[in-house]
């Protein structure tokens, strides 16, 4: 049995969740026609990077962007470490970020192109990366120490990525060519599409990079160049250089921001890179130019913060930088770093502005620097070349998480579909499980509407889906939503499902709950207006676990009783996973360590993050 939140159901059986989910599974453009809705999701990385990233060529990655294409299609590749690698199961789509900065240089440089020795710095990390160790011999050295040696010489040169070696734009068209050319030798309409792009690094006063996504093809990506932090630090810069470009070619483009949780509160301040307060004009274009946000990956988790959601119990998911004990009360650097902080800021910023700056969907992406695109906890391939597995990445580097990917529910697999849905915001964020997920809000959906066999046609039929705006009713009412989700195929269980609701009360104050809306098993809601944990079958010494608790998949209805007309609120979904091993634990069992440093993770509960829904008072 699993239950929604006031009433009890049978699980169904495995053909009939089949026919759920292929009815979950709906299709839909920017303005689709009459009666259809998006019937597949699609799988992908917005954020994967090859060696011509300055960083990870620095710290030991030799994977080119074919490889890269080709390890997330599936085919086989040799890994930086001279292992053989598959990805388990291919990705649908891919943007190979690398970093604009300095873009293929180094690759260059250590090939012996003239054009990049003149100088002694440069003559300098030639010979650096010509006698630096090959990472089979740091990954196979005998002992920690060899090992933690081996990776600090690698990891030393990250900082040849941004020296000045004179590069001119006829080198930089080159490059910018290349990856261009990449991204179109591999896509395949309908099989697996691919999308030009580049990420933006600034880093002043804090971590402010964005992925730049483009929909279109050679004929427009080759009129441009990489607009990098050189440029300009200010995204503001960037997002004017992008819309200069759409106005060249009559082609779209958008920026993703990603690791907020390391932007020390810059990244959803409510003023301008230069200090003064949003206007309208400047709270459109954001909202426009960053249609989404990559709220998970590598280096940790982005969509809250135990100081900003002090009730949550599931607020502290892989957080970097958290320190148990201090005060509960977030202050504006917590807030404006992190997603959820930001959606309520977007609440009050537009009662003042009439616009809503921080009104985005919720994507995840890996970040790898290795060209593996490779998140699951038993099959994880690290941020960086160093890390890739081994016997010593559990002692060093389990701060980074095995996450994550995107969802998109989209009409067909092509660019063109997939940019769409993107800048409608019909996607989620996963930490690494392909959970299916869908999330509609109405005003009329009834309790017998979460066991129809065909959930996403009525959700589409009487409301709107995740990424949408609720439209207001005239003759009031209270909203409805239907969600429904299942587990990966090959995946763990789910515990519950909950509705994460943000409100602006109409004294301008700014709130939040979280709801348990379904769950597995027989537990109840206690005096606490808490869910009982599920139980935990994991054994870490194997690392393994059973499927014998949670529910393979759950749909239902859910009111917000608790709801305001006269109050603006966001509404987006969360699914938790019941607890599985950690990619830690799996290598401590499959390398025989005995023992891993006091506060290393070990069980982690996975979980998918649904776009929100907007409700604004009339």
């Not at 080159?174 to 591999?186: F, G, K, Q, S, T």
């Not at 979280?514 to 005096?527: K, L």
């Amino acid at each position: 049995m699993w239950r929604s939140r006031g009433r009890p159901f049978t699980l169904r059986t495995a053909h009939s969740t089949t026919l759920t989910f292929l009815a979950l599974l709906g299709t839909q453009a920017a303005a689709p026609a009459a009666g259809t809705h998006p019937d597949t999701v699609y799988w992908g990385d917005t954020h994967v990077h090859t060696y011509l990233s300055g960083d990870a060529f620095g710290m030991g990655s030799r994977l080119t962007p074919d490889e890269a294409y080709r390890f997330a299609k599936g085919q086989p590749v040799t890994a930086t470490g001279g292992a053989d690698v598959r990805l388990r199961q291919p990705l649908d789509f891919l943007l190979i970020a690398d970093h604009a900065e300095n873009l293929g240089v180094l690759p260059a440089l250590t090939s012996g192109d003239e054009r990049l020795l003149a100088t002694d710095d440069a003559k300098r990390w030639a010979d650096f990366f010509a006698s630096a160790p090959p990472l089979s011999e740091v990954l196979g050295a005998d002992n920690l120490k060899a090992y933690n040696d081996g990776t600090k010489t690698l990891l030393a040169g990250k900082a040849a990525w941004n020296v000045d070696y004179g590069i001119d734009d006829n080198f930089r068209r080159e490059v910018w060519h290349e990856v261009v050319d990449a991204a179109e030798r591999h896509y395949d309409p309908g099989t697996f599409t691919t999308f030009a792009g580049y990420e933006y690094s600034s880093s002043d006063p804090a971590m402010l990079h964005r992925n730049v996504l483009f929909v279109g093809g050679p004929e427009h990506t080759r009129r441009t160049l990489p607009f990098s932090k050189y440029d300009s630090p200010n995204p503001e810069d960037l997002w004017a250089y992008l819309e200069a470009y759409e106005k060249l070619t009559g082609s779209e483009v958008i920026s993703i921001p990603h690791n907020s949780n390391l932007s020390r509160g810059q990244m959803f301040a409510p003023r301008t890179y230069g200090g003064d307060p949003l206007t309208s004009a400047d709270a459109s274009v954001r909202a426009a130019r960053e249609p989404v946000v990559e709220v998970t990956q590598i280096k940790g988790d982005s969509e809250t913060h135990p100081l900003i959601s002090v009730a949550d119990e599931f607020a502290d998911h892989e957080t970097w930088g958290h320190v148990p004990g201090k005060p509960a009360q977030a202050d504006a650097e917590v807030t404006q770093s992190y997603a959820r902080g930001a959606l309520k800021l977007g609440l009050a910023q537009q009662a003042t502005l009439g616009v809503n700056p921080f009104k985005f969907g919720m994507i995840g992406s890996t970040d790898s620097h290795n060209g593996l695109a490779a998140v699951a906890e038993d099959d994880f391939w690290g941020k960086m070349a160093s890390i890739e597995p081994g016997p010593y990445r559990a002692l060093t580097a389990s701060t980074y998480s095995g996450s994550g990917y995107a969802a998109v529910w989209a009409e067909a697999n092509t660019r063109e579909a997939l940019f769409a849905a993107f800048k409608r915001r019909e996607v989620y964020a996963s930490t690494g499980p392909r959970v299916t997920l869908r999330f509609f809000g109405g005003w009329d959906y009834e309790a017998a509407d979460a066991a129809e066999p065909n959930l996403a046609a009525v959700g589409y039929g009487k409301g709107v889906p995740m990424g949408a705006d609720l439209p207001s009713r005239p003759d009031g009412g209270v909203p409805t939503f239907l969600v429904g989700a299942m587990k990966a195929p090959d995946g763990a269980n789910l515990d519950r499902l909950q509705v994460v609701k943000g409100w602006r009360d109409r004294h301008g104050g700014l709130h939040e709950q979280v709801y348990d809306v379904a769950w597995s098993g027989d537990r109840t809601i206690g005096a606490d207006d808490r869910l009982e944990p599920v139980a935990s079958t994991v054994d870490a010494a194997k690392a393994t676990y059973a499927n014998t608790v949670g529910a393979a998949e759950f749909a239902t209805r859910w009111v917000d009783s608790d709801f305001d007309p006269e109050a603006a609120a966001f509404y987006y979904v969360r699914v938790i996973q019941i607890p599985t091993p950690r990619w830690t634990t799996y290598d401590a069992a499959r390398y025989g360590i005995d023992s891993l440093p006091e506060g290393t993770p070990l069980v982690i509960q996975e979980r998918a993050y649904s776009s929100p829904i907007w409700y604004t008072p009339r």
